[in-house]
Structures are given as structure tokens and as C-alpha cells.
Nanobody, 128 residues
Framework: QVQLVESGGGLVEAGDSLRLSCAAS????????MGWFRQAPGKEREFVAG????????YYADSVKGRFTISRDNAKNTLYLKMNTLKPDDTAVYYC?????????????????????WGQGTQVTVSS
């Protein structure tokens, strides 16, 4: 089992940047496919980005492609999400998630039920 704790959220203005972190503990972090999801009020949880064990594969939702970058540091057991040019539509609770499977292709990596472990989330609010 792995425990996930997100941090780095906050209140920012449109156009600003944030970097989210997800600290993992428990079983070997490098064995997990990792993802970021987000959930806005009244909406379903949606996929944001995913990254393979070795960082050789990354996937992004169209809504964040070119603005967000997912990365991981297996030595530090940490997952990151660098968010640039934030928009009010990016306002949501952001969750990191871990899967014991090697998720591919995009439609699989973007599927919520493919992930086995979830963090508690961190709030990101972007004002206009």
C-alpha cells in the first residue's frame, strides 16, 4: 500500500503559476504509474496528467496540454505538477493517484477506476 499527500495548492490570479507536489510513502514509489486528477464543484473528477514509472510516457488532458507539466523524482518519492498560465477554469481540488499497473494508452491512463490509491487533495483557486 502507498500513502499519498498533496501540497502546493493555493489562491492565485489568472496567468500565475503553481507547482503541486505529491509525497508518497509506503511501498516502492517507482513501481507505480502516477496521475493527477481534479474535481471542480458540481463536476466529476477528471484526468489532468499521468506519468509512467520511468517517466518515459506522459499523458495530458487537452485542456492543460502546453500549460501543465507532470514529473516525478523516484529518489524523493515525489510527484509534481507544474501549472503555468493558470485560468479560472483550472479551479478545483487536485488529487494525485497511484496505479500498480502500467497504464497505456491515454484512454486507460485517464480512467479513474484504474488507480488504486488516492491522496486527500489540495485546493487550487484561480481568480480572474
Amino acid at each position: 500500500q502507498v500513502q499519498l499527500v498533496e501540497s502546493g495548492g493555493g489562491l492565485v490570479e489568472a496567468g500565475d503559476s503553481l507547482r503541486l507536489s505529491c509525497a508518497a510513502s509506503g511501498r516502492t514509489f517507482r513501481n507505480y504509474f502516477m496521475g493527477w486528477f481534479r474535481q471542480a464543484p458540481g463536476k466529476e473528477r477528471e484526468f489532468v496528467a499521468g506519468i509512467s514509472w520511468t517517466s518515459s510516457r506522459t499523458y495530458y488532458a487537452d485542456s492543460v496540454k502546453g500549460r501543465f507539466t507532470i514529473s516525478r523524482d523516484n529518489a524523493k518519492n515525489t510527484l509534481y505538477l507544474k501549472m503555468n498560465t493558470l485560468k479560472p477554469d483550472d479551479t478545483a481540488v487536485y488529487y494525485c493517484a497511484a496505479s500498480t499497473d502500467s497504464l497505456t494508452p491515454y484512454r486507460v491512463a485517464a480512467t479513474t477506476r484504474r488507480y488504486d490509491y488516492w491522496g486527500q487533495g489540495t485546493q487550487v483557486t484561480v481568480s480572474s
